[in-house]
């Protein structure tokens, strides 16, 4: 793997890491009255990361544009998340942090091999 794909792998690690926070707090508040569900696009904040950032920059979190979700039906007392869709939507994510983690531990043992002349 180059460079630019350790990059891509570290960029979506620090918007799925991001993402997680997000849905984490969602779930956390399915039961406080009036809580907006909040999401981020992840492939609009991926290419926005990989775009205006080099290798080893991080962005911060008034980086990531947070939006409310849409719902077509809120709870009575105005919360609209929905726990079956956040629970969904975190699993994706999971997937995502966990894939972008083997690519990136696979291209350190590519790595090491070669430098031992393993390979």
């Known amino acids: 793997m180059s ?3 350790i990059n891509i792998l570290e960029k979506m690690l620090d918007v799925a890491a991001f993402r997680h926070r997000i849905l984490a707090s969602n779930i956390a508040n399915a039961d406080t009255p009036g809580y907006k569900a909040r999401d981020i696009s992840f492939q609009g ?21 947070v939006f409310e979700v849409i719902t077509t039906m809120p709870n009575r007392d105005g919360n609209t998340v929905n726990l079956n869709i956040e629970m969904a939507k975190l699993a994706e994510n999971t997937l995502i942090y966990n894939t972008a983690t083997s690519l990136l531990a696979k291209n350190i043992r590519i790595a090491r091999d070669v430098v031992r002349g393993i390979r």
Request: hydrophobic share 25%.
């Open 3 to 5: 460079n630019n794909s």
């Open 45 to 65: 904040e991926l290419d926005q990361a990989i775009a205006s950032s080099g290798p080893g920059s991080v962005r911060g979190e008034h980086d990531f544009k």
